[in-house]
């Protein structure tokens, strides 16, 4: 068994956000340790994955990162389903991004799982001098959703790994406490290869294979 295959459990995750706010090179930070300095659109969506181990077990995190320009609205809010945590992304060098914060945390609880996950994230955190956004003005949003808030840079790295490990650690307890209904295919949690127990018994029924999407 693949290390990409031998895991505790999938947890799929999905970032939104404005154009250019720093959603793919978050994602090539964390997966890769990359990042891209030309700017270029997600066309739809864009796909990365890595495993993340806490306390003897692995959980697989799957990144779908998405568009943020409106007429791709359709198709993220189709990835938006089965998605145990949104990570909601806005550049701290620009107004506009974080006038949008409130409508894609909206966005976000409207068409996700009600138990989804959400994060708040202030990118570009290297531009200090051109910010535009106090780190207050972030985290007073989050506090009126109730949601955690991190300032990240994609370029340097920082606090990128840590959004990713402290939103599966928050995750892995709510599992731990039977928050999810790990039978609901709607709740963005598969059990994974670990978890699957060896028995002698003949199975009574055919294959079911779950689906992810």
Request: with cysteine.
């Amino acid at each position: 068994m693949s290390d990409e295959e031998n895991y505790n459990y999938l947890l799929k995750y999905i970032i939104i956000g404005d154009s250019a706010v720093g959603k793919s090179n978050l994602l090539l930070q964390y997966t890769y340790g990359e990042f891209v300095e030309e700017y270029k659109n997600t066309i739809g969506v864009e796909f990365g994955a890595k495993n993340v181990d806490l306390d003897n077990k692995s959980y697989r995190i799957q990144i779908w990162d998405t568009a943020g320009q409106e007429c791709f609205k359709s198709i993220t809010r189709a990835y938006y389903k089965n998605s145990v945590c949104a990570i909601v992304v806005y550049d701290i060098t620009c107004q506009d991004s974080f006038n949008s914060v409130s409508s894609w945390i909206e966005d976000c609880k409207n068409y996700s799982p009600k138990k989804v996950y959400i994060v708040l994230v202030g990118n570009k955190s290297d531009l200090e001098e051109r910010r535009q956004i106090p780190t207050e003005k972030g985290q007073e949003i989050a506090d009126k959703y109730g949601i955690a808030f991190f300032e990240t840079s994609a370029k340097t790295g920082d606090n990128v790994v840590k959004i990713f490990e402290e939103s599966t650690k928050a995750i892995a307890k709510r599992i731990e406490s039977d928050f999810y209904d790990l039978n609901d295919e709607d709740c963005g949690i598969i059990k994974g290869k670990k978890n699957i127990k060896v028995s002698n018994e003949k199975p009574s029924g055919g294959k079911h294979k779950r689906k992810f999407c």
